[in-house]
């Protein structure tokens, strides 16, 4: 099975920060990788897919990028919007989930 | 507008059963790989089970192999899982996701809860 490791697990941050997420497989699932966001009690939504490419509607200061093994979700300028969780998923062999990492306000 | 809409969810004993249902609207589902994925209390995702388009491939996590069972019915739009011998860590918000296009999930349903317990 392949495993996800994501990073930080919690990750504080204020508005209009620069913010970076890891996400790291245990073996190459290049370019199979998506990102969601979910806030509480609502379903996740996805982000990035193809580990760059922004889903439709999706605001620009959202990017992903990585290859390989290791990836990376980028908020270029983080907004109160954004204070969430975010997951990576792969889905290069079935589909496994990162734990996950909550954003916080600093 | 493209809806998913899960139902079936409830408090149920370990060792029962119960069977969730996602009714689907507003996007062509008879072409679109459907999911289910989990959320324990608290916790973070985890995907369930998958099954393709025409019913052809149907897959199934560690975790649940065995005890579930993924079906759909396209001429009605809708998408099931058959959960058996419910365990108390089966306890979650269970998600119908949608893939239209790739493998990764663009389409989400609000979720339904199912608790196990005695």
């Known amino acids: 099975d392949i495993q996800v490791t994501q990073s930080p697990s919690t990750l504080s941050a204020s508005v209009g920060d620069r913010v970076t997420i890891t996400c790291r497989a245990s073996?190459?699932?290049?370019?199979?990788l998506a990102w969601y966001q979910q806030k509480p009690g609502k379903a996740p939504k996805l982000l990035i897919y193809?580990?760059?490419t922004l889903e439709s509607g999706v605001p620009s200061r959202f990017s992903g990028s990585g290859s390989g093994t290791e990836f990376t979700l980028t908020i270029s300028s983080l907004q109160p919007d954004d204070f969430a969780t975010y997951y990576c998923q792969q889905y290069d062999t079935y589909w496994t989930f990162g734990q996950g990492t909550k954003v916080e306000i600093k | 507008e493209v809806q998913l809409v899960e139902s079936g969810g409830g408090l149920v004993k370990p060792g029962g059963s119960l069977r969730l249902s996602c009714a689907a609207s507003g996007f062509d589902f008879s072409t679109c790989s459907m999911n289910w994925v989990r959320q324990a209390p608290g916790k973070g995702l985890e995907w369930v089970s998958s099954i393709t388009s025409i019913s052809s491939y149907m897959y199934y996590a560690d975790s649940v192999k065995g005890r579930f069972t993924v079906s759909r019915d396209n001429a009605k739009n809708s998408l099931f899982l058959q959960m058996n011998s419910l365990r108390v860590e089966d306890t979650a918000v269970y998600y119908c996701?949608?893939?239209?296009?790739?493998?990764?999930?663009?389409?989400w349903g609000q979720g339904t809860l199912v608790t196990v317990s005695s």
């Open positions: 996701a949608g893939a239209p296009v790739g493998d990764y999930f663009d389409l």
């Open positions: 073996q190459r699932i290049s370019p199979w």
């Open positions: 193809e580990a760059s």
